[in-house]
């Protein structure tokens, strides 16, 4: 892997990302790049099932807010460490996505969509009435919870460096999968099913890894970001207009490639936070992402990478 | 006991009007396989549209619909040609993005314009009463002005030249191309008429329950399960599974609480997907 | 000669269709069988139970001795069949070498990514599309993509090779090629069951020929004998090409 240029490339990304807030302390910066590491994640993993499988995840977010839930559950009854807990938030929904993805992986193009919205939707019903969980009302985390790892103001530190590892984490594993067999057959179920199948790609066992690999890393992700913020409620959790985002900027930074979901997120991050600022686009967020997301579909649908690998070809060898 | 089979009669008549917003949907998959998420938006704009229309012509409710057929016709020729038209060769995957990004355009203009606040269209007619249970009458002239549109869909499709170039370039484009049918100009005929469809349903729900912009998302679902049930491309059965829902929908609603109806029609549209792919009413296609 | 691949009294219905009904056939090893018929005979569905794509309503495959009935068709690639389709299916956004790693990587031999590119790159340039290596697949012409076909299911490295008539729609030259190149499969010892309406090409490639006429064996044998058979010329109805092969064969 360390003999191509790219993944260097990720190494340097995450460093710039753990050193630049660090050396700075510079909270604010901090917490915006927090979010733009969240987005990654989340934009990363969804690539593997949209861009190399060509499954649309619509109900992503659904990962996200389990492993929320799960961490910030063991973390606040049963006192356990944040770093135990997220992982063992991420295995569980891992389970969880396996056992589901069974199920609905078998649907193909917009039913599988719509199923994973189902799911979601199924789900958040679910934990809104779920009591061990808080109900409608969620989880509040007190100050204890932070005691462990040197109080808040440390917690909030060590939150930002986790998900930064879990931010590079996702990019290699991105990567990794990218130029290998199994990847190799993930794109040819992308471009065609059937045809793949005859041609030996083993579709259903396929299938269901990367559905489980694309729930891993986001659960993770939400267990971090829900134990920052020290409430989780599942109408944040499972935020159907974030899944939404999710892929729009996989669309906009070029769907299967590895740093597009980066640079869509990253760029999507930057648009938001302008149009949220200006009091006379906020209402119109969903109409601009929309209208974005239509202008990528007809006619960039390989997003900003796709662009930029059709404009300069040689940057398909480094620029992955 | 009568409690029951009034709530299941009176959910058979809102079905019927499930199964016209269905056969929207299903026309459009079967003409031109490509999923319309924009669907529940359109829907929506249906019920804001006989609202407006409504009070801007003046007349009452029933008066404006003909007027939303033809405004949704349009809107559905044009959506076509701005969304669809580019992404019809490709892979699925970008109909399913294209039509979706429709869907959140519109929805964000819709809130933008009337907010979420909850919009009504107050109609009074008599209803019918038996054993002492009465069936609104805005149910009962929904159901029927549905059942009415669903035959008059039929004798288009069936009885006149445009329906036929439609079912031909359903069944094989490359040769009604050959046949000189000017398969582009049916296509968006086509989706506007699923779009109509889409439109219409939408002013008649809009005469029975109070709505918001977010109203179309649960009239999506419901419209899935449809088309589901009924075997895509089949507006015969869309219609037969409008009803068989709100039969379901009746069944459940002296005894299950309303934010559950959706979850169990997700797993109702998971369940028949997995286990009845060509739907339950489905017709051997031709 | 060994039998590679059995289809005993094996038989699929469509709704009202009854699609094959009873047939019987059977591929040696190493030998190319043609397969021939009117239209709506019944061919391109024998090839989608062989593959897989779906199983029969009764009756059973066998191939090298192992029952394949029902399996999916992934397994039955990774046993060692492998089918270039009537219409193409090239994976339009790979390129062509990547294309044939696929097919190199998940047939018969399971490669690793890369001993499958090492055979995907000999496997280019014995069927010429070497230069062609880094281009889309999509971007290619018809006759280049029927190549691809071809080229992906070699690099599974199959026993058995399913031809869906590979020769439609080339021109005589590109015919000829195409027949050496079937010549050449058969010499590498991969069995072939091809599917051909040309006819002049069936008759000099096959060994041995089975007609299939309304989903129904109807003859079998060298290709004079079959040539010759009145039922057969029956079925055809007097098939100009077919008569015109026979003629220039004997």
């Given at each position: 892997?360390?003999?191509?240029?790219?993944?260097?490339?990720?190494?340097?990304?995450?460093?710039?990302?753990?050193?630049?807030?660090?050396?700075?302390?510079?909270?604010?910066?901090?917490?915006?790049?927090?979010?733009?590491?969240?987005?990654?994640?989340?934009?990363?993993?969804?690539?593997?099932?949209?861009?190399?499988?060509?499954?649309?995840?619509?109900?992503?977010?659904?990962?996200?807010?389990?492993?929320?839930?799960?961490?910030?559950?063991?973390?606040?009854?049963?006192?356990?460490?944040?770093?135990?807990?997220?992982?063992?938030?991420?295995?569980?929904?891992?389970?969880?996505?396996?056992?589901?993805?069974?199920?609905?992986?078998?649907?193909?193009?917009?039913?599988?969509?719509?199923?994973?919205?189902?799911?979601?939707?199924?789900?958040?019903?679910?934990?809104?009435?779920?009591?061990?969980?808080?109900?409608?009302?969620?989880?509040?985390?007190?100050?204890?919870?932070?005691?462990?790892?040197?109080?808040?103001?440390?917690?909030?530190?060590?939150?930002?460096?986790?998900?930064?590892?879990?931010?590079?984490?996702?990019?290699?594993?991105?990567?990794?999968?990218?130029n290998s067999k199994f990847g190799l057959g993930?794109l040819a179920i992308?471009q065609n099913?059937?045809a793949a199948s005859v041609l030996g790609v083993p579709?259903?066992?396929?299938?269901?890894?990367?559905?489980?690999?694309?729930?891993?890393?986001?659960?993770?992700?939400?267990?971090?970001?829900?134990?920052?913020?020290?409430?989780?409620?599942?109408?944040?959790?499972?935020?159907?207009?974030?899944?939404?985002?999710?892929?729009?900027?996989?669309?906009?930074?070029?769907?299967?490639?590895?740093?597009?979901?980066?640079?869509?997120?990253?760029?999507?991050?930057?648009?938001?936070?302008?149009?949220?600022?200006?009091?006379?686009?906020?209402?119109?967020?969903?109409?601009?992402?929309?209208?974005?997301?239509?202008?990528?579909?007809?006619?960039?649908?390989?997003?900003?990478?796709?662009?930029?690998?059709?404009?300069?070809?040689?940057?398909?060898?480094?620029?992955? | 006991?009568?409690?029951?089979?009034?709530?299941?009669?009176?959910?058979?008549?809102?079905?019927?009007?499930?199964?016209?917003?269905?056969?929207?949907?299903?026309?459009?998959?079967?003409?031109?396989?490509?999923?319309?998420?924009?669907?529940?938006?359109?829907?929506?704009?249906?019920?804001?549209?006989?609202?407006?229309?409504?009070?801007?012509?003046?007349?009452?409710?029933?008066?404006?619909?003909?007027?939303?057929?033809?405004?949704?016709?349009?809107?559905?020729?044009?959506?076509?040609?701005?969304?669809?038209?580019?992404?019809?060769?490709?892979?699925?995957?970008?109909?399913?993005?294209?039509?979706?990004?429709?869907?959140?355009?519109?929805?964000?203009?819709?809130?933008?314009?009337?907010?979420?606040?909850?919009?009504?269209?107050?109609?009074?007619?008599?209803?019918?009463?038996?054993?002492?249970?009465?069936?609104?009458?805005?149910?009962?002239?929904?159901?029927?002005?549905?059942?009415?549109?669903?035959?008059?869909?039929?004798?288009?499709?069936?009885?006149?030249?445009?329906?036929?170039?439609?079912?031909?370039?359903?069944?094989?484009?490359?040769?009604?191309?050959?046949?000189?049918?000017?398969?582009?100009?049916?296509?968006?005929?086509?989706?506007?008429?699923?779009?109509?469809?889409?439109?219409?349903?939408?002013?008649?729900?809009?005469?029975?329950?109070?709505?918001?912009?977010?109203?179309?998302?649960?009239?999506?679902?419901?419209?899935?399960?449809?088309?589901?049930?009924?075997?895509?491309?089949?507006?015969?059965?869309?219609?037969?599974?409008?009803?068989?829902?709100?039969?379901?929908?009746?069944?459940?609603?002296?005894?299950?609480?309303?934010?559950?109806?959706?979850?169990?029609?997700?797993?109702?549209?998971?369940?028949?997907?997995?286990?009845?792919?060509?739907?339950?009413?489905?017709?051997?296609?031709? | 000669?060994?039998?590679l691949?059995?289809?005993?009294?094996?038989?699929?219905?469509?709704?009202?269709?009854?699609?094959?009904?009873?047939?019987?056939?059977?591929v040696?090893e190493g030998e190319i069988?043609?397969?021939?018929?009117?239209?709506?005979?019944?061919?391109?569905?024998?090839f989608?139970?062989i593959n897989?794509?779906?199983?029969?309503?009764?009756?059973?495959?066998?191939l090298?001795?192992?029952?394949?009935?029902?399996?999916?068709p992934y397994?039955i690639a990774r046993r060692g069949i492998a089918r270039a389709h009537q219409i193409v299916q090239p994976l339009d956004n790979l390129t062509v070498l990547d294309n044939c790693v696929v097919g190199a990587c998940f047939g018969r031999e399971n490669l690793p990514l890369a001993a499958a590119r090492r055979l995907a790159r000999e496997v280019l340039e014995q069927i010429r599309l070497a230069d062609r290596m880094d281009a889309l697949a999509g971007s290619l012409t018809t006759a280049g993509k029927k190549r691809l076909e071809l080229a992906r299911a070699l690099c599974a490295r199959p026993k058995l090779l399913l031809l869906d008539e590979v020769l439609a729609g080339l021109?005589?030259t590109e015919i000829e090629s195409m027949i050496e190149i079937v010549r050449g499969i058969r010499a590498g010892g991969v069995a072939v069951l091809m599917i051909e309406?040309?006819?002049?090409a069936?008759?000099?490639l096959?060994?041995?020929?089975?007609?299939?006429?309304?989903?129904?064996?109807?003859?079998?044998?060298?290709?004079?004998?079959?040539?010759?058979?009145?039922?057969?010329?029956?079925?055809?109805?007097?098939?100009?090409?077919?008569?015109?092969?026979?003629?220039?064969?004997?």
């Open positions: 892997m360390w003999r191509r240029p790219f993944p260097w490339l990720i190494g340097l990304m995450v460093l710039l990302f753990a050193l630049i807030p660090y050396c700075t302390n510079d909270v604010q910066l901090r917490e915006s790049l927090l979010l733009a590491a969240l987005y990654i994640v989340l934009a990363s993993n969804l690539n593997l099932m949209i861009g190399y499988a060509g499954y649309v995840n619509f109900g992503n977010i659904v990962f996200f807010g389990l492993g929320g839930y799960f961490c910030v559950y063991l973390v606040d009854a049963w006192q356990w460490q944040l770093l135990p807990s997220a992982l063992a938030a991420g295995f569980a929904v891992g389970a969880l996505a396996l056992l589901f993805g069974l199920g609905i992986l078998r649907l193909r193009g917009a039913f599988f969509a719509l199923a994973t919205i189902g799911v979601n939707e199924a789900i958040r019903q679910f934990v809104a009435n779920f009591e061990p969980w808080g109900g409608a009302t969620g989880i509040y985390l007190s100050l204890d919870a932070y005691r462990p790892l040197g109080g808040p103001m440390q917690a909030l530190w060590t939150a930002y460096f986790l998900m930064v590892a879990v931010m590079g984490a996702s990019l290699f594993l991105s990567d990794a999968i990218k993930l992308g099913e059937d579709t259903p066992g396929y299938k269901a890894v990367v559905y489980t690999a694309s729930a891993f890393l986001p659960a993770l992700a939400g267990g971090i970001y829900f134990f920052k913020s020290g409430i989780i409620e599942p109408a944040g959790a499972f935020n159907l207009s974030l899944s939404i985002e999710a892929i729009v900027m996989v669309m906009l930074g070029g769907q299967g490639t590895v740093i597009g979901p980066a640079v869509g997120a990253f760029l999507y991050e930057e648009l938001r936070g302008l149009l949220l600022t200006s009091e006379a686009f906020s209402h119109f967020q969903l109409v601009i992402a929309g209208s974005l997301l239509l202008i990528i579909v007809l006619f960039v649908p390989g997003g900003l990478m796709g662009f930029i690998h059709r404009q300069f070809p040689r940057t398909r060898h480094w620029l992955e | 006991m009568i409690g029951i089979a009034a709530s299941v009669a009176d959910g058979v008549l809102v079905g019927a009007v499930y199964g016209l917003a269905a056969m929207g949907l299903t026309l459009i998959w079967g003409v031109m396989n490509v999923i319309n998420l924009a669907h529940g938006a359109i829907i929506v704009f249906g019920m804001f549209g006989l609202y407006f229309l409504a009070a801007a012509l003046g007349v009452p409710a029933y008066a404006a619909i003909p007027g939303v057929i033809v405004l949704g016709f349009v809107a559905g020729v044009a959506l076509y040609w701005i969304a669809v038209h580019r992404v019809i060769g490709q892979a699925e995957l970008m109909s399913l993005l294209s039509t979706f990004a429709v869907n959140m355009v519109l929805i964000g203009l819709g809130t933008a314009l009337f907010s979420t606040s909850p919009y009504n269209i107050p109609v009074s007619l008599p209803g019918l009463t038996w054993e002492g249970y009465t069936f609104t009458g805005t149910h009962i002239v929904a159901a029927t002005i549905a059942a009415a549109i669903a035959g008059l869909l039929y004798l288009l499709l069936h009885r006149t030249r445009v329906g036929k170039a439609i079912r031909a370039v359903a069944g094989n484009r490359g040769a009604a191309e050959l046949c000189g049918i000017p398969t582009r100009r049916v296509l968006a005929m086509a989706f506007g008429l699923g779009v109509a469809l889409a439109a219409v349903s939408g002013t008649l729900i809009a005469t029975l329950f109070p709505f918001t912009i977010l109203s179309g998302e649960a009239y999506q679902l419901k419209s899935f399960v449809v088309t589901v049930l009924g075997g895509l491309g089949n507006p015969a059965g869309a219609l037969l599974g409008g009803i068989a829902l709100g039969l379901v929908e009746g069944l459940m609603t002296p005894f299950m609480p309303v934010s559950w109806t959706s979850v169990v029609e997700f797993a109702l549209f998971v369940i028949v997907l997995i286990g009845y792919p060509r739907g339950i009413f489905a017709f051997s296609r031709s | 000669m060994n039998a691949l059995e289809i005993v009294d094996v038989s699929k219905r469509f709704g009202g269709l009854q699609a094959v009904e009873g047939l019987s056939l059977t040696d069988l043609g397969l021939i018929g009117p239209n709506g005979a019944g061919k391109s569905t024998v989608n139970l897989g794509c779906y199983p029969p309503d009764s009756g059973r495959i066998v090298a001795g192992a029952d394949i009935t029902g399996e999916p397994r021109n005589p309406h040309v006819m002049r069936v008759m000099s096959s060994d041995r020929i089975v007609v299939l006429n309304t989903g129904r064996w109807l003859a079998e044998g060298p290709p004079e004998a079959v040539a010759n058979d009145p039922d057969v010329i029956a079925a055809y109805l007097g098939d100009p090409s077919l008569m015109a092969a026979v003629e220039r064969s004997a």
